[in-house]
């Protein structure tokens, strides 16, 4: 399906932070402290829309003491958006280059926000550290389209 991401067309329609926090109780002086990150995706059929939430938490085994959770909208042009759909059994498959490139942009956003939202705090030296986005995403997207 790499081909069918050829020359797609799309425009961040709108950034969201759905979660931030910061737990100072959390932290701890040891170096074990261990990053997760994670992303998911989801559509909107009526608008073209992919949504991807990208998930970051630092923790120390397992209490977290930074969390970030962003979406990013990304509108499709109405012809891309037409070779993902499949009439025949009602699907929208995304093909995973797209998926990738847009994750990228999403998570490279987060790590700003991440910066700016700790840039004054005792956590200013926990930076989002650089993610293998494409290594993330195995396959295409498949979404019902009913």
Known sequence: MSSKNKGVGFALQGL??????????????????IVSTGLSFSINIEKRIIAVISYLEFHNEDKVFVKLVLSANFNIEEKSWESFTST????????KGLLGHLSAITVSTARGVLFAKLEVTQFSKYLMPLVNVAGMIKEDAVFESD
Do not use: H
């Open 88 to 95: 025949e059994n009602n699907k929208i498959i995304v093909p």
């Open 16 to 33: 969201k932070t759905e979660q931030f926090a910061i737990f100072p109780e959390n932290i701890s002086d040891t170096e074990n402290q």
